[in-house]
């Protein structure tokens, strides 16, 4: 089978374990192949967590979770030096921590403080943590899913912005529809009771075909007409009175050159997903809301009438032709 088979495999098997989640499977998949990290957005019991352990069940990565928490170190996150005594000799040795494996949960990421923010924003843009003085690299496949709850306060600090902008692809996850929320019934219920004798572990896919895959990628075909459309809808974030001036009073900052790096990236995986060799409009435009979502600073007029930032995005996208 080609990378493209195993990849395809890949999301339909977790489809299996993750049901009536179709948009956060392939956020997943998008992610792994476009080399990003995701926060995923929804409320508590749909299945983020599931998903990612079921990504490490199909994958041969390593999989850890951090719990954050209001009382958590950034030691907690990068690992420290510990002192080793033995038969009157001893001395320092790194200890790591579970930031280092190849899938990283992050667990409602945003009831953690500043100082654990910032030790978290180094692993997940340089792909090392440094401890003193010394730098330690993270592995080569490395991707850190953050979730957070949208509706509970109580107990969170706000993400910073330079935080949000390291996070490649901003996922919203919904409740499923009817059929598939009884078949998840059956599906945890044969889980449950199922002996253990009767449990067969999969053949996973190897890390190596996710890195071949990623080298396809960067053959997709993205023409000069593709690039100043993505370039027009994000400059059209930093000048939206050319297009509206409405959507200027609900801008109070634009997208930063990062989201037009993230979205010719996740638009050339989503091109390779497809089966094309080549980017579309259509891939820019399927894209576009899950990478750039959370890059977008709203004026408090925006906050105020409840217009949010998949709001403001979705008229850009009516607004800017392709060139």
């Known amino acids: 089978m080609s990378n493209w088979d195993d990849l395809q495999h890949l999301g339909r098997q977790l489809a299996t374990a993750v049901l009536g989640q179709d948009e956060l499977i392939e956020g997943i998949l998008l992610g792994l192949l476009a080399d990003g990290h995701l926060l995923v957005e929804g409320l508590p019991g749909l299945a983020k967590t599931r998903a990612i352990k079921s990504l490490s069940h199909y994958l041969d990565a390593s999989f850890s979770r951090l719990q954050f928490t209001p009382d958590l170190l950034p030691s907690d996150i990068t690992g420290a ?39 978290l924003l180094e692993a997940m843009e340089e792909r090392q943590v440094t401890v003193a003085g010394e730098r330690h690299p993270l592995p080569e496949v490395f991707l ?80 000069d007409s593709i690039e100043r459309y993505i370039l027009d809808l994000v400059r059209a974030t930093r000048h939206p009175e050319r297009y509206d001036a409405a959507l200027a009073r609900q801008i109070e900052w634009g997208i930063s050159p990062r989201g037009s790096l993230g979205l010719e990236q996740v638009a050339r995986a989503k091109a390779w997903l497809r089966g094309g060799d080549f980017v579309t409009p259509d ?24 217009v949010n930032a998949d709001d403001i995005l979705n008229r850009l996208l009516q607004l800017v032709a392709v060139a």
């Open 81 to 119: 030096e510990q002192y080793y005594g033995e038969l009157g000799h001893g001395g320092l040795r790194f200890r790591q921590s579970p930031i280092f494996a190849n899938l990283v949960l992050a667990d409602e990421i945003n009831r953690a403080p500043a100082k654990v923010q910032a030790a």
């Open 283 to 306: 891939d820019v435009r399927a894209v576009a809301l899950r990478v750039l979502r959370h890059r977008l600073g709203l004026s408090y007029e925006a906050q105020a009438k409840g």
């Open 144 to 223: 850190v899913m953050a979730t957070q709850n949208p509706i509970e306060h109580e107990g969170t600090y706000t993400l910073p912005e330079a935080q949000l902008d390291r996070f490649l692809l901003h996922l919203k996850v919904d409740y499923p529809d009817a059929a598939a929320e009884q078949a998840m019934l059956r599906l945890v219920r044969e889980e449950r009771y199922r002996a253990k004798s009767d449990r067969t572990e999969p053949a996973k896919l190897a890390k190596s075909v996710l890195l071949e895959a990623r080298q396809e990628i960067g053959q997709i075909h993205v023409s």
